[in-house]
């Protein structure tokens, strides 16, 4: 079979299993099979299946994954996520601190997890329902909370960092290391969205917020667990101390007595955070494997290599290819989530990028970046559901749609200063190199 024939069979197959309602794990592997089969023949390839799916279930750099998700539901099921936001709520004495706490707050629980979905229902379940009593607006309250979690996938540790270096084969720490300074900048932008909606729509947010502050211990209770958890991720892996896996592991378990001891965690709690964890990786852990599959039949017939020679031949600019590749994802970005995506196009999508000149861990911070844009856009952005779910009928989807935009012009203008200057996410990699 040609190349271009297995790969419009797959894209059609997977599509076809998609539309019938089949969940995407199991699509991407029923739309893998047939061209299996064509490959080893039925018994072998049902064994070779068998073979690849065990690997990834017991690939060392994956355990990272379920030890970072099992560090972000403890600390949400505890008191540390929510009294984050109470900090930079009830410390930090200035107009609209709500909403500038919620930014901070976001930002603090990026450094410890990795999930936006995670980081928007923690801190989107204390701070909307506070927000909206304050007199905040519902667009306001809800586009930064919505947004807000999006900062937890480009922080270190993300996630979707970390699918994308284990996809692309590159360096998971210096993918970390490059995701710090762009990070820092997006929370600025976002800062500077709530300062130029408080000058457009000053209704938006009152004039007066009356909220006791915190006391010395309580300051310490709060930024403590969140320090200590975030140093050990950083410092193990960006000293080179540990791989991220180790800091994963002994970050979940401090993170485990850290909740108990300060956090308020109970019994319940920390059994909810264990299940919540294995439901997640129930669906990650299929999802995995079906994407080794797919990406061997992809391999096998050469679809990447002879997709990147075809687009290629085209002799289009670097820059032009990148725009196109963009648009590619930010339009399946409202109709797949972040991590689909990933184990659907990336395996094609980054040798593309690659022969076009493209540094592949500066390509790392920009397609993060996309991905944010795709848990904010309809009709399946995550982060947009989260927080309508949270606002319990006081805020509809439309307002959390309309709340986002001016955080996704962020967003845009963070990929925009990023082409222009690409040592935004290298320059920081290369000086600890």
């Not at 991407?28 to 990834?56: H, R």
């Not at 959390?400 to 290298?426: K, N, Q």
Request: proline letters at 6%.
């Amino acid at each position: 079979m040609e190349w271009y024939e297995v790969g419009l069979g797959l894209l059609g197959l997977l599509m076809f299993f998609i539309a019938l309602g089949l969940p995407i794990p199991f699509a991407l592997g029923a739309a893998s099979l047939p061209f299996l089969w064509n490959i080893q023949g039925l018994s072998t390839s049902l064994i070779s299946s068998e073979l690849k799916l065990w690997g990834v279930w017991i690939d060392y750099i994956l355990l990272a994954v379920p030890l970072f998700v099992l560090l972000g539901e403890l600390i949400g099921r505890s008191n540390i996520g929510p009294n984050l936001y109470q900090l930079m709520h009830r410390r930090v004495r200035i107009h609209g601190s709500a909403a500038y706490g919620s930014i901070g707050a976001c930002a603090g629980f990026g450094a410890v997890c990795g999930s936006s979905m995670v980081g928007s229902l923690t801190i989107g379940g204390v701070a909307l329902p506070e927000m909206i009593k304050l007199g905040y607006g519902r667009r306001l309250s809800s586009g930064v909370l919505a947004a807000g979690g999006t900062l937890s996938v480009l922080i270190p540790p993300s996630l979707i960092l970390l699918f994308y270096g284990i996809v692309t084969d590159q360096s998971i720490g210096e993918l970390f290391i490059a995701g710090i300074v762009p990070g820092l900048i997006l929370v600025t932008l976002f800062v500077v969205v709530v300062v130029i909606w408080s000058r457009l729509a000053p209704g938006d947010i009152p004039a007066s917020e009356a909220a006791p502050p915190m006391k010395a211990h309580e300051i310490l209770y709060t930024v403590g667990p969140i320090a200590l958890i975030g140093l050990v991720i950083t410092v193990s892996i960006y000293s080179g101390i540990a791989t991220p896996t180790e800091a994963a592991g002994v970050a979940a378990l401090l993170t485990v007595v850290l909740a108990f001891a300060v956090g308020g965690l109970s019994l319940s709690g920390f059994k909810d955070a264990l299940f919540a964890t294995m439901r997640t990786m129930g669906y990650l852990g299929l999802l995995l494997s079906a994407g080794v599959l797919f990406g061997f039949v992809l391999t096998y017939y050469r679809v990447p290599q002879e997709f990147t020679q075809l687009f290629l031949s085209f002799e289009l600019s670097p820059f032009l290819v990148l725009a196109i590749v963009l648009v590619f994802y930010i339009v399946l970005g409202m109709f797949l989530e972040p991590v689909s995506m990933t184990f659907i196009t990336l395996p094609t999508i980054y040798p593309l990028m690659h022969a076009a000149g493209f540094d592949l861990i500066w390509f790392g911070v920009v397609y993060t970046i996309t991905m944010e844009i795709a848990v904010l856009t309809p009709p399946v952005g995550l982060n947009l559901y989260v927080i309508q779910g949270i606002g319990r009928g006081e805020v509809s989807i439309g307002d959390v749609i309309m709340g986002c935009l001016p955080f996704i012009a962020a967003l845009v203008s963070l990929i925009a200063l990023l082409i222009l200057v690409p040592d935004t996410a290298l320059w920081l990699p290369g000086a600890m190199r």
